[in-house]
């Protein structure tokens, strides 16, 4: 190529796809990634209180809510932990590829969107981690992921009502009961939340003992409907999860 035609196109970088390295044409991925997304939206056949997938389209709740009532009010996600929608977390929240976060933001707004529900939040509040883990890790995903819905539905998030207190194990391993009682008391509620309709938003659900934990905290402390919003809901016998 032309020595100077070389330069001036150096000047405009092909922007590539995040997660395969194909040319982008618009949006944050590559067309390809971007359909693969888009089929893995679930919009049907699973529990409105958690997601489980369900046996039955008779069904609306799975056996699991059905016997233990959960405290949250309302509950929405985007699609299952898997394929590109766990290597899209993934590279955003362990390797820090912020070229990811804006799908991210985009599937969290689609899954709010899908819920049919009369649910009015009053705040945003991101599932919050440890300072250790956000010194390490330099960010809170849940948050930079909620920044975008904040602004798409007028609600303000808030970053300090919510506190990790202790800095947990990691939940990988875990069996759910273990899971439980390594969140259990790890959180608390800092300012007067009285009647405030709140939707707690984590990058991934797996089973549900933040979500759990954290409703319960906030309901404790006066909170009016709490909402659990995440991108990603692990399936029973899928991938583990590391939070
Ligand atoms: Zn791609
Ligand atoms: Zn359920």
């Not at 190529?1 to 997660?19: Q, V």
């Not at 599932?127 to 904040?150: C, D, M, T, Y």
């Amino acid at each position: 190529m032309n020595l100077l035609i070389e330069r001036f196109l150096s000047f405009f970088p092909i922007i590539r796809c995040p997660i395969c390295g194909g040319v982008k044409n618009n949006g944050f991925l590559c067309e390809l990634c971007a359909e693969k997304i888009e089929s893995l939206y679930v919009q049907k056949g699973y529990c409105i209180r958690c997601g489980e997938p369900l046996t039955s389209e008779k069904l609306t709740w799975c056996g699991e809510c059905l016997t233990n009532k959960r405290p949250w009010d309302y509950f929405s996600f985007y699609g299952y932990y898997r394929d590109i929608l766990r290597q899209i977390i993934t590279e955003f929240k362990y390797r820090g590829d912020f070229a990811c976060l804006g799908i991210l933001q985009d599937l969290l707004c689609k899954a709010y969107l899908k819920a049919d529900s009369d649910f009015d939040p009053d705040i945003i509040i991101p599932v919050p981690i440890h300072k250790n883990r956000l010194k390490l890790r330099g960010f809170n995903q849940s948050l930079e992921i909620s920044r975008k819905l904040s602004r798409l539905i007028g609600v303000p998030i808030e970053r300090n009502i919510l506190v990790r207190t202790k800095d947990t194990v990691s939940q990988v391993g875990l069996k759910k009961s273990e899971r439980e009682k390594n969140v259990k008391n790890v959180f608390c509620v800092i300012g007067d939340i009285k009647g405030i309709n709140i939707v707690l938003v984590d990058d991934v659900y797996t089973s549900g003992a933040t979500a759990s934990e954290c409703s319960k905290v906030l309901k404790a402390a006066g909170a009016g409907m709490v909402g659990v919003l995440v991108v990603a809901r692990t399936k029973s016998g899928d991938v583990e999860y590391n939070s």
